[in-house]
């Protein structure tokens, strides 16, 4: 019985999809929820399982064409099995492979399960495997170089051609380049970046916080919350956790704009902003206002291993009403955030720094960070800004007034 694979139905926001790899080829056996393709849209990349057990027969369409929602992309014939070749008999004392062949084809089945994928995300661990690929051969483009899924595609693609540019040196004087297309989600979020830029009034106002409070409720009960609860006690719940709180006090940098609407929204759906592999992406903390700081810790630390395997789907990026990106992670001492669209406004974070401040009359060394929120100047005045970031300051100078609303 044959069995069409289709695209998976795209939500309206996305238009169609790019096939990005196959993981079968016509002819091989697929077992039921096996992966067969990678399907990349603006925002993230979608597996496509095997509804059934059977041979893949037939692929409709190859790596790069563009597909669309529900259209057909390969045929499996269910309950089928792969074809074998028959072993030759044409001479009679004609002898059998001997074992030793058979096993000489081991040493590269355990290769691409050896020491050099020892690093890799579960999804780059499968296509080393899948394709006997021995990472420790491919140059990794991730950070602090580290292999990435694509890297591993892109290489089984060639081949291994590109296995050995560390060989090739550079002639000395010469000025090499190489062209490289944008990825689909790169260039999405190229567009949307030129988006904000080009369609928003954009204004950023910047404050500084004394995280001393902070630090010392970390230390003191870091502990123990993490016994509790069974995750570390961050210091980003604690912005999110502020920042749902001064969110109800100015509902307009929590709203957004729709043609000459203003959209008010009841509820706070964070989006946390995640460096991935392939670029920024931003998953949505639904109802923040209704979650403790060990709700909000447990899903930033969910969504940060969904991001790192690349299983982040289509319905935790949609929405959000409001964006916190922490570019302390990296070193980032000030900085500007672009407005995610259609939100209003964005925190962001920096990192942390020993600095000499004043207080009380006396010069002390504190923990101090950089805050800034840019924000739509079309509907949110300067004064709400502002305010909203000493809402922020307050409540993490003095981590009592969040816990108890004020």
């Given at each position: 019985m044959s069995i069409e694979v289709k695209v998976p139905v795209l939500p309206e926001s996305v238009s169609d999809a790019t096939i990005a790899t196959w993981h079968k080829k016509a002819g091989d056996a697929v077992k039921r929820d096996e992966n067969l393709v990678d399907l990349e849209t603006d925002k993230v990349v979608l597996e496509v399982p095997s509804p059934v057990d059977g041979v893949l027969k037939e692929i409709k369409h190859e790596v790069g064409d563009t597909v669309n929602s529900e259209q057909i992309i390969a045929i499996i014939e269910e309950g089928a099995a792969a074809a074998k070749e028959e072993p030759k008999t044409e001479a009679k004392d004609e002898k059998p492979a001997p074992v030793a062949a058979a096993k000489s084809e081991a040493p590269s089945a355990e290769k691409a399960s050896g020491k050099g994928n020892e690093d890799l995300s579960p999804a780059g661990l499968r296509v080393a495997t899948e394709q006997k690929i021995d990472a420790s051969k491919v140059e990794g483009t991730g950070r602090d170089g580290r292999v990435t899924k694509e890297d591993l595609v892109n290489y089984g693609k060639d081949g291994g051609a590109k296995a050995a540019p560390?060989?090739?040196?550079?002639?000395?004087?010469?000025?090499?380049?190489?062209?490289?297309?944008?990825?689909?989600?790169?260039?999405?979020?190229?567009?949307?970046?030129?988006?904000?830029?080009?369609?928003?009034?954009?204004?950023?106002?910047?404050n500084e916080v004394n995280l001393a409070e902070v630090t010392k409720m970390r230390k003191s009960l870091g502990e123990q919350f993490q016994k509790t609860h069974g995750i570390k006690l961050g210091f980003m719940s604690f912005f999110v956790k502020a920042a749902a709180e001064a969110l109800k006090r100015r509902p307009i940098v929590n709203a957004s704009v729709d043609g000459n609407d203003i959209i008010y929204h009841g509820y706070q759906d964070i989006s946390i902003a995640v460096s991935t592999e392939k670029g920024l992406v931003t998953p949505v903390l639904r109802d923040v206002q209704n979650m403790g700081f060990a709700d909000i810790?447990?899903?930033?630390?969910?969504?940060?291993?969904?991001?790192?395997?690349?299983?982040?789907?289509?319905?935790?990026?949609?929405?959000?009403?409001?964006?916190?990106?922490?570019?302390?992670?990296?070193?980032?001492?000030?900085?500007?955030?672009?407005?995610?669209?259609?939100?209003s406004a964005i925190l962001g974070m920096h990192t942390i720094k020993d600095r000499a401040i004043v207080e009380n009359g006396q010069v002390i060394v504190a923990p101090m960070m950089y805050i800034a929120i840019s924000y739509d100047h079309r509907i949110i005045d300067g004064k709400d800004a502002v305010l909203f970031l000493v809402d922020i300051k307050d409540q993490l100078e003095n981590p009592q007034r969040m816990l108890l609303g004020l």
């Open positions: 560390a060989a090739v040196k550079p002639t000395p004087g010469s000025r090499p380049e190489e062209r490289v297309p944008m990825t689909r989600m790169r260039a999405k979020i190229a567009e949307r970046l030129m988006q904000s830029k080009n369609s928003i009034a954009m204004l950023t106002s910047f810790e447990q899903g930033i630390a969910d969504y940060a291993k969904k991001a790192r395997d690349g299983k982040l789907g289509l319905d935790d990026l949609q929405g959000g009403t409001f964006t916190i990106t922490n570019g302390g992670t990296f070193g980032s001492l000030l900085s500007t955030p672009i407005v995610n669209p259609p939100q």
